[in-house]
């Protein structure tokens, strides 16, 4: 049998039980695909990033979901980073990370914030029906429409394309009630993984958009504090001008309808987008991996710490 150590860590957030909870497991050469999807399944977050050794950067990055293996994962990077940073095994600096198709450039700052490269920034216009998307999140058409003159839905891309949906006020925001199927087959229609609806109206005096994202296709409904779709929004409004020159990074937050409040911060200059954001550990333990290829795919969680 093999051990290994084994973290979940919440994202975004500098509170625990905040933000976008990840999987991290630090020390993975060496573990067979099959045990990769085991642990990532056993330990039960939308995203789990394995670390290994890379001859090409200064470490290369795998995710799984409790589904499988996908090739991104912007808030379990930020995990994994925050992770060696703290144990001491990456000082403050810029770094290369290799993930499935691409590397990506990353930066740790003197006080553990995490800057994850996204990449070039696309946009698709789109011609939707108001009455049609105002139906699959149960909001009035109204809410879409007001602000629908100035800030158009699109499908917007900074590494993975969302259906972006501007709603005018946050009452209308907390007031969604989704109905999955349809938003799931809206973005399959559109070639976009979630719908992320958002209002520049926040909770927060700092924040500067609050979103909610919608991903069906994942199997997770509604997750909080999304990164990549974080990302793609601030680009977009970016690009759209309606941002104060003032505003340096912007400030998305998201996750409190699922009482998991965190903000991601957005460097883009609406051409491409950067994420970052602070990481806290909420479970740092060991957990038994059986042989890759053994029968019992039972694994045994040890020696956990809150």
């Keep these: 049998m093999d051990t290994r150590d084994v973290l979940l860590v919440d994202s975004f957030t500098a509170e625990p039980m905040a933000g976008n909870p990840a999987g991290v497991v630090p020390d993975a050469d060496g573990l067979a695909d099959d045990q990769l999807a085991a642990i990532a399944a056993e330990l039960g977050a939308s995203a789990t990033a394995f670390?290994?050794?890379s001859t090409r950067a200064d470490r290369r990055l795998r995710f799984f979901t409790p589904g499988g293996e996908t090739d991104r994962s912007d808030h379990a990077a930020v995990a994994a980073f925050t992770t060696l940073f703290e144990r001491g095994r990456?000082?403050?600096?810029?770094?290369?990370?290799?993930t499935i198709g691409q590397t990506r450039e990353v930066e740790i700052t003197d006080d553990g914030t995490v800057w994850v490269e996204q990449g070039a920034a696309r946009f698709e216009a789109l011609s939707l029906d108001y009455d049609e998307v105002a139906d699959t999140l149960g909001v009035d058409a109204a809410t879409l429409q007001d602000i629908g003159a100035d800030m158009p839905m699109v499908v917007a891309d900074t590494g993975e394309p969302w259906l972006l949906v501007p709603i005018n006020y946050f009452e209308h925001v907390s007031r969604i009630d989704p109905e999955f199927q349809a938003i799931g087959a809206l973005c399959d229609r559109v070639e976009a993984a979630g719908l992320y609806a958002f209002t520049f109206d926040t909770v927060g005096g700092q924040s500067t958009l609050h979103g909610r994202g919608f991903v069906p296709?994942?199997?997770?409904?509604?997750?909080?504090?999304?990164?990549?779709a974080a990302g793609a929004c601030a680009a977009f409004v970016r690009r759209e001008g309606a941002l104060d020159d003032t505003i340096e990074h912007v400030v998305v937050e998201g996750g409190h309808f699922l009482d998991r409040p965190g903000t991601v911060r957005v460097d883009t200059d609406g051409l491409e987008a950067w994420v970052g954001g602070r990481a806290v550990t909420t479970m740092d333990g060991s957990m038994t991996v059986p042989e890759a290829d053994a029968d019992d795919d039972i694994i045994e969680i040890l020696e956990q710490n809150g």
């Design 51 to 53: 670390v290994f050794d």
């Design 90 to 98: 990456l000082d403050a600096g810029e770094y290369e990370m290799e």
């Design 217 to 228: 296709s994942r199997g997770v409904g509604e997750e909080p504090v999304i990164g990549a």
